[in-house]
């Protein structure tokens, strides 16, 4: 083949791959690969090490610390993990060079750990002093920012009715465009979507427009000459109230509209917040520690259960979506988001209640004897419940526990004294957290014991049927046919209502085993409720005390009404024969009862007061006592032999 002499110019349209690349081209790659693998090595190195600002000394030190361990131990994984991964790739050339790479890396990563961690050490003995200072001013640290930074409340309040609203706004927007595009789906009954007259993929934004605007057209005050008007608006308003709660609406969506004695609502519908409030008494102490963790996390793992059980009624009718798996990490992530920003509103709504609960005290209203004694008869009151003395005690603790703290660091030398509470309160988590892992072991063990109870009874059951079985085919071969035919129909009734009594028997059994271990599971409950109460007044009186909205002085006053707050709460709490979690277990299934049936009147859009419960309660108290003493004697009627006639 000749070749083409360099000033001679390829004819039109053929491409000249002969022709060198420029170094201008070469270099800009060049320079762009070198980018990505200092970007790639930075990565690495601030997920390694911590390079930010630290507090002051001992979070310096803390995290000098966590460098050298962090390089010392990467260092190690190294030496081991090159040479084996070099083998892998290139046999023993490759071990060789991971040999070589490995051992360089275990002398770097320990020497960068050891060197960012004296640099670390070192910027938080600088930063000590203006921690202090502003320590003492009463400002805050804010750990995203690593700045320090005035504090304020009811700033903070408004701040997170904004990021709520534009969280919503978030929402609805990827719901919008992510419904906009399918068809819709397919639901037990669609009466109520077609009263408000949206999709079935409606989200909760185009289902509160659609009812204002139907609304007005019903409306008894807009239409006076139709006589049908009040019912037609009375129906819009349940469909609202049914689509408008994502725990409603599922239940709606699986199983259509609930009939008159509401047996149509399954678990779906059932409030967790309600459901926990009733069954521990939360009502009175919500002012003080907000909605319980427990029932927070409850709620979204039940509406997470929901999206997917509607995801799998969308996937059988629909082929897959190519963007439904970024759909959902995009949902996973606001999930996360609302969860934290839920937190934080619940932190801030209590130390705006606490406020309003010691201002009468910080204005010079009332004398401290009076708040002290005001303060005592509140908690007399809580302490009714039957879990009031737990709260009492949970909340008592954790609001004294702070307000020494912050006293302590504010009038005591050198902070002698809030550092020593301090150390009570770490003491405290870690108690609270030992007590969680014990009780959790506790109802693990209980749990599987019942289900090893009852399945045992079920196996026995099933040896025993087959032995039966058995038996009669044993008999069967001495019959002749007819009489065959004849037992066999009078048997298979017999069978079916034996197995009918032994599957009831089986289902007896199996709640009996689960009353026994109802005890263990509040106990687990409580044990959660404790470690959330606890870590949760942290975070508000951290918040209350660190206002800035107000002097130091009143900073510190808000501290001492909180200690007296604590003292009268603990006080009654310890003397409150409802301090323990040992609760009976007809008291426990009462309440899960009426629980239930006020999360179901809820969900049908009725609502029944605490006054209302605690009497119904009391009811179901009775009625299953009264039911348990009348089982009793029946059964000691019939283990009584009869006495003849004298």
């Not at 005592?376 to 009492?392: C, D, H, S, V």
């Not at 009038?411 to 988590?429: E, L, P, Q, W, Y």
Request: aromatic share 6%.
């Amino acid at each position: 083949m000749e070749k083409m002499s360099t000033s001679e110019k390829p004819p039109d349209g053929v491409i000249d791959n002969t022709k060198p690349s420029s170094p201008d081209k070469e270099s800009d790659e060049a320079r762009v690969k070198m980018e990505e693998e200092m970007k790639e090595a930075g990565d690495v190195f601030n997920q390694l090490f911590s390079t930010r600002r630290p507090r002051d000394a001992s979070a310096g030190l803390s995290s000098g610390l966590k460098s050298i361990a962090k390089g010392a131990v990467a260092g190690a994984v190294s030496l081991v993990g090159q040479p084996i991964a070099g083998a892998k790739d290139d046999g023993l050339r490759g071990f060789l060079g991971g040999l070589a790479t490995g051992v360089a890396s275990a002398v770097a990563l320990p020497a960068t750990g050891l060197c960012v961690g004296i640099y670390q050490m070192g910027r938080g003995v600088v930063n000590t002093g203006e921690a202090m200072k502003c320590s003492h001013m009463g400002m805050q640290w804010d750990v995203d920012n690593r700045e320090w930074v005035f504090y304020r409340l009811n700033e903070d309040w408004d701040n997170i009715i904004a990021a709520e609203a534009e969280l919503k706004a978030k929402k609805g927007e990827q719901s919008s465009s992510t419904n906009s595009n399918k068809p819709e789906k397919a639901v037990k009954d669609r009466a109520y979507y077609d009263l408000l007259s949206v999709s079935t993929n409606a989200t909760a934004g185009e289902i509160k427009k659609a009812y204002y605007k139907e609304a007005r057209k019903v409306h008894p005050d807009k239409c006076p000459d139709d006589p049908e008007s009040a019912s037609k608006f009375q129906e819009l308003g349940a469909a609202y109230q049914t689509l408008s709660n994502e725990q409603s609406r599922a239940a709606y969506d699986k199983c259509g509209k609930p009939d008159s004695k509401g047996s149509n609502i399954g678990a779906d519908a059932i409030d967790p917040y309600v459901f926990f409030a009733v069954m521990f008494g939360s009502h009175l102490v919500e002012p003080y520690i907000g909605e319980l963790w427990i029932a927070s996390t409850a709620d979204t793992v039940m509406k997470d259960a929901n999206l997917v059980h509607m995801a799998q009624m969308e996937e059988m009718e629909v082929d897959a979506d190519p963007t439904k798996d970024v759909s959902e990490m995009a949902s996973r992530a606001n999930s996360s988001e609302e969860s934290k920003l839920k937190q934080r509103k619940r932190e801030v709504k209590c130390g705006m209640n606490l406020r309003d609960k010691i201002e009468t005290y910080i204005n010079g209203s009332i004398t401290k004897e009076e708040f002290t004694e005001n303060c005592r008869k509140e908690a007399e009151e809580i302490g009714k419940g039957t879990f009031g003395g737990l709260y009492l005690t949970a909340i008592g603790y954790a609001l004294e526990i702070e307000a020494d703290e912050f006293i302590g660091f504010q009038t005591s030398f050198m902070g002698i004294d809030g550092h020593t509470a301090k150390v009570r309160k770490k003491t405290n988590a870690i108690s609270n957290n030992v007590h969680v892992v014990n009780t959790g072991i506790k109802a693990f063990r209980a749990g599987r014991q019942a289900y090893k109870d009852v399945e045992s009874v079920a196996q026995l059951e099933k040896d025993s049927d087959s032995k039966d079985e058995t038996k009669k085919g044993i008999e069967a071969k001495d019959a002749n046919d007819s009489d065959v035919t004849e037992k066999t129909e009078e048997e298979l009734k017999k069978e079916l209502e034996g197995k009918k009594k032994r599957d009831e028997a089986q289902a007896l059994i199996a709640a009996e085993k689960l009353e026994e271990s109802l005890p263990v599971i509040i106990e687990l409950a409580w044990a959660i409720n404790n470690r959330d109460i606890s870590k949760t007044l942290k975070h508000t009186c951290n918040k209350l005390f660190t206002d800035a909205n107000v002097e130091m002085k009143v900073r510190y006053e808000r501290a001492e009404a909180v200690r007296i707050i604590g003292k009268q709460f603990y006080e009654v709490g310890k003397d409150s024969e409802s301090n323990t979690t040992t609760v009976e277990t007809g008291d426990i299934k009462a309440r899960a009862e009426v629980a239930v049936m006020r999360t179901m009147a809820k969900a049908q859009g009725q609502d029944m007061s605490e006054d209302d419960t605690e009497v119904m309660i009391n009811q179901a108290k009775t009625m299953a006592a009264a039911q348990k003493a009348a089982t009793a004697a029946a059964a000691a009627s019939a283990a009584t032999p009869l006495q003849p006639p004298s």
